[in-house]
């Protein structure tokens, strides 16, 4: 939504303009002299805090193009702004290093709370400074910090824009999990920078990629086979998997590594990460990830404890506490950001992505009867919706509830009939056909039945689900 508001997805024409204000709770304090932080989605202005808690007033123009049909029912000229108020905070959050949320309570928790969670050994700021100190104090040059991140943000590619604000979301949702589980914050932060590799690093699989146990057992199954079927196969099972996850994961992380990471942006960091650790580093954090996320296995403790430096020994390998592993990810993510190519316009069906818009199925009747486009393909689809409406009007018989008319299908179906050579291309339609027909009544009939019925009867005589579906619903 931040982008959409920026108007590049936008043709020339009128605007429906809602602006939305809304306090951020922070441990950042503005003063009076800093009247204002511009950006191009956003203004943020000083406002007194709450509680000891800092705050600032947030201000978002939102701008919807006018339908070109005029106003009328259905047609959205505000979101809310509720979407579109908290990725800002967590941009905000994100690029100033701060804890920024709209939410007072959850702000309190990470900066005020003197006592850890269950199961967790001590507070966030003895975990993370800055980002949880109880008191950021401006300073100048923070406006353009964060006025510049923003303006490359909105500048990227749709595809690159969205998948930046999956990863800071996600970013910034683990450093909120700090509070009540090291574990799972660690492994949300790793999270942050695997999206991102998956889908950017242009990894293209190769055969000696993939898991060397599997690769033998797939090699010594094709010995003896044609080489162009060998590679066939090859390429198949490389299509359906994810080859080297780790290894990408690691690869692209060091390439978004720039040399401010080790120079000036260390120059604060208790025990920073060297360049030759990092590599080991990145693959042992990635192994923790995994431990987690597929059996529950905590990270060690080592690694999790308040007041850490960023790199602890493992047994005999570098591993990154999470105060280092935070640091790696948001700078990935800002190089992430600051490398992507800007588009000042692009084509966008923006629509969709807007917020409290859900896209649900309609009722099969308003669609089960529709000819436009049919083929044996929605046979499946169309059979599954007839089904659905004799077990709720016929054999349940729900109030209200009907069959729809389905005659000018089966009329395309009697025309298919014949070019269709496979029985498994035949089956749905003709359950459709034969179900529609015991169940609609003899004014329903078409002229063919049951002459076309007959025809291909014996396509039921295998085991099939139709020939089971056709049989109970008739008793025979």
Same mark, same amino acid.
């Given at each position: 939504?931040?982008?959409?508001?920026?108007?590049?997805?936008?043709?020339?024409?009128?605007?429906?303009e809602?602006?939305h204000?809304?306090?951020f709770f922070?441990n =950042?304090?503005?003063f009076?002299?800093?009247?204002r932080?511009?950006?191009?989605v956003?203004?943020?202005?000083?406002?007194?805090?709450?509680?000891?808690?800092a705050?600032?007033?947030c201000?978002?123009l939102?701008?919807?193009?006018k339908?070109?049909d005029?106003?009328?029912?259905?047609?959205?000229?505000?979101t809310?702004?509720a979407?579109?108020?908290?990725?800002?905070?967590?941009?905000?959050?994100?690029?100033?290093?701060?804890?920024?949320?709209?939410?007072p309570?959850?702000?309190?928790r990470?900066?005020?709370?003197?006592?850890?969670?269950?199961?967790v050994q001590?507070?966030?700021?003895?975990f993370?400074?800055?980002?949880?100190?109880k008191?950021?104090? /401006?300073?100048?040059?923070?406006?353009?910090?964060l006025?510049q991140?923003?303006?490359?943000?909105?500048g990227?590619?749709r595809?690159?824009?969205?998948a930046?604000?999956?990863?800071?979301?996600?970013?910034?949702?683990?450093l909120h999990?700090?509070?009540?589980?090291?574990?799972?914050?660690?492994?949300q932060l790793?999270?942050?920078?695997?999206?991102?590799s998956?889908?950017?690093d242009g990894?293209?699989?190769?055969?000696a990629?993939?898991?060397?146990?599997k690769r033998?057992?797939?090699?010594e199954?094709?010995?003896?086979?044609?080489?162009?079927?060998?590679?066939?196969?090859?390429?198949?099972?490389l299509a359906?998997?994810?080859?080297a996850?780790?290894?990408?994961?690691?690869d692209?992380?060091?390439?978004h590594v720039?040399?401010?990471?080790f120079r000036?942006?260390a120059?604060?960091t208790?025990?920073?990460? /060297?360049?030759g650790d990092?590599?080991?580093?990145?693959q042992?954090?990635?192994?923790?990830?995994?431990?987690y996320?597929?059996?529950?296995?905590?990270v060690?403790?080592?690694?999790?404890?308040?007041?850490?430096?960023?790199?602890?020994?493992?047994?005999?390998r570098?591993a990154?506490?999470?105060?280092g592993?935070?640091?790696?990810?948001?700078?990935?993510?800002?190089?992430?950001?600051?490398?992507?190519?800007?588009?000042?316009?692009?084509?966008?069906?923006?629509?969709?992505?807007l917020?409290n818009?859900?896209?649900?199925r309609?009722?099969?009747? =308003?669609w089960i009867a529709?000819?436009?486009?049919?083929?044996?393909?929605?046979?499946?689809?169309?059979?599954?919706a007839?089904?659905?409406?004799i077990?709720?009007?016929?054999?349940?018989?729900?109030?209200?509830a009907?069959?729809?008319?389905?005659r000018?299908?089966?009329?395309?179906?009697?025309e298919?009939?014949t /070019?269709?050579?496979?029985?498994?291309?035949?089956l749905?339609?003709l359950?459709? =056909?034969?179900?529609?027909?015991?169940?609609a009544g003899?004014?329903?009939?078409r002229?063919?039945?049951?002459?076309?019925f007959?025809?291909y009867?014996?396509d039921?005589d295998?085991? /099939?689900?139709e020939?089971?579906?056709?049989?109970?619903?008739t008793?025979?």
């Amino acid at each position: 939504m931040l982008q959409i508001i920026t108007e590049k997805f936008y043709k020339t024409g009128e605007r429906y303009e809602t602006l939305h204000r809304a306090v951020f709770f922070t441990n =950042y304090r503005m003063f009076a002299r800093a009247s204002r932080i511009e950006t191009p989605v956003g203004v943020l202005l000083p406002t007194t805090g709450l509680e000891g808690l800092a705050a600032m007033t947030c201000e978002m123009l939102e701008k919807i193009e006018k339908h070109p049909d005029g106003d009328k029912p259905g047609v959205m000229i505000s979101t809310g702004g509720a979407s579109l108020l908290n990725d800002f905070a967590a941009v905000v959050a994100f690029a100033l290093d701060i804890t920024c949320t709209p939410d007072p309570d959850l702000t309190r928790r990470l900066l005020a709370t003197e006592r850890p969670s269950l199961g967790v050994q001590t507070v966030p700021n003895n975990f993370m400074k800055r980002t949880f100190d109880k008191q950021v104090i /401006s300073k100048e040059g923070d406006a353009d910090v964060l006025a510049q991140f923003v303006t490359h943000l909105v500048g990227l590619e749709r595809k690159r824009f969205e998948a930046a604000m999956r990863s800071i979301r996600q970013y910034i949702t683990g450093l909120h999990r700090i509070a009540d589980n090291v574990s799972l914050a660690y492994t949300q932060l790793v999270m942050s920078v695997e999206s991102l590799s998956q889908q950017f690093d242009g990894h293209v699989a190769e055969w000696a990629d993939y898991d060397h146990r599997k690769r033998e057992k797939i090699d010594e199954a094709l010995d003896g086979a044609p080489a162009e079927i060998g590679d066939k196969v090859r390429d198949a099972v490389l299509a359906n998997e994810h080859v080297a996850i780790a290894r990408r994961f690691r690869d692209f992380a060091l390439s978004h590594v720039a040399p401010s990471f080790f120079r000036s942006e260390a120059a604060q960091t208790v025990g920073p990460i /060297s360049r030759g650790d990092l590599a080991v580093a990145l693959q042992k954090a990635y192994t923790l990830r995994s431990r987690y996320v597929h059996g529950l296995q905590e990270v060690p403790g080592q690694l999790t404890m308040g007041g850490m430096p960023e790199i602890v020994d493992d047994g005999d390998r570098p591993a990154l506490s999470i105060a280092g592993l935070a640091r790696v990810a948001r700078h990935i993510i800002m190089q992430f950001v600051a490398r992507g190519p800007f588009v000042e316009r692009e084509e966008f069906d923006y629509r969709r992505s807007l917020p409290n818009i859900v896209t649900v199925r309609m009722a099969p009747e =308003y669609w089960i009867a529709n000819t436009g486009g049919f083929t044996y393909k929605h046979g499946p689809e169309k059979l599954s919706a007839l089904i659905g409406q004799i077990t709720s009007a016929v054999l349940l018989r729900t109030p209200d509830a009907k069959m729809t008319d389905i005659r000018p299908v089966l009329a395309m179906i009697e025309e298919m009939m014949t /070019s269709l050579q496979q029985v498994g291309q035949r089956l749905p339609l003709l359950t459709m =056909y034969f179900l529609f027909h015991q169940w609609a009544g003899p004014d329903f009939s078409r002229e063919q039945w049951p002459a076309l019925f007959e025809k291909y009867k014996s396509d039921f005589d295998n085991p /099939s689900i139709e020939s089971f579906v056709a049989h109970i619903l008739t008793s025979n």
